[in-house]
């Protein structure tokens, strides 16, 4: 089976870029919020991050789920969910107010989302032309 793709190019895969760099930014806007002393500028950063980063992981997780239903990737596919559903909670201590947004809860939360999601991308970079049957 074919993946969807466009030039090639599968179709997930800009979207996850943007969803994985969003959460990736996270990590280092929570670390700018810790050596601020508490500067909130960061932790806006990190919020609007975590939004961007689950609204397109999403629509690529919806796509993933399109390939994973043809037999292609599902391992990716799998984790990128395990990745979104991380980050949601993440979000929801980071809606938190003052230090204890970040500290010490929503920095590890950042650390294992961005982890998680680094693997992500590198389980889903196979291009499309290699998985054709």
């Given at each position: 089976?074919?993946?969807?793709?466009?030039?090639?190019?599968?179709?997930?895969?800009?979207?996850?870029a943007v969803a994985v760099t969003c959460f990736v930014g996270t990590l280092v806007t929570d670390l700018c919020y810790q050596g601020s002393g508490g500067n909130l500028i960061w932790l806006n950063f990190s919020t609007w991050l975590l939004a961007a980063g689950i609204a397109f992981g999403v629509v690529a997780f919806v796509l993933m789920l399109i390939d994973a239903a043809r037999g292609l990737n599902w391992l990716a596919a799998l984790l990128l969910f395990i990745v979104l559903v991380e980050e949601l909670f993440n979000s929801l201590v980071h809606a938190r107010d003052g230090w204890t947004a970040v500290v010490p809860t929503g920095f590890?939360?950042?650390?294992?989302?961005?982890?998680?999601?680094?693997?992500?991308?590198?389980?889903?970079?196979?291009?499309?032309?290699?998985?054709r049957a």
């Amino acid at each position: 089976m074919r993946p969807v793709t466009i030039a090639g190019l599968r179709l997930h895969a800009p979207l996850l870029a943007v969803a994985v760099t969003c959460f990736v930014g996270t990590l280092v806007t929570d670390l700018c919020y810790q050596g601020s002393g508490g500067n909130l500028i960061w932790l806006n950063f990190s919020t609007w991050l975590l939004a961007a980063g689950i609204a397109f992981g999403v629509v690529a997780f919806v796509l993933m789920l399109i390939d994973a239903a043809r037999g292609l990737n599902w391992l990716a596919a799998l984790l990128l969910f395990i990745v979104l559903v991380e980050e949601l909670f993440n979000s929801l201590v980071h809606a938190r107010d003052g230090w204890t947004a970040v500290v010490p809860t929503g920095f590890v939360l950042s650390i294992v989302g961005g982890l998680l999601a680094l693997v992500t991308g590198w389980l889903a970079r196979a291009p499309a032309e290699s998985s054709r049957a």
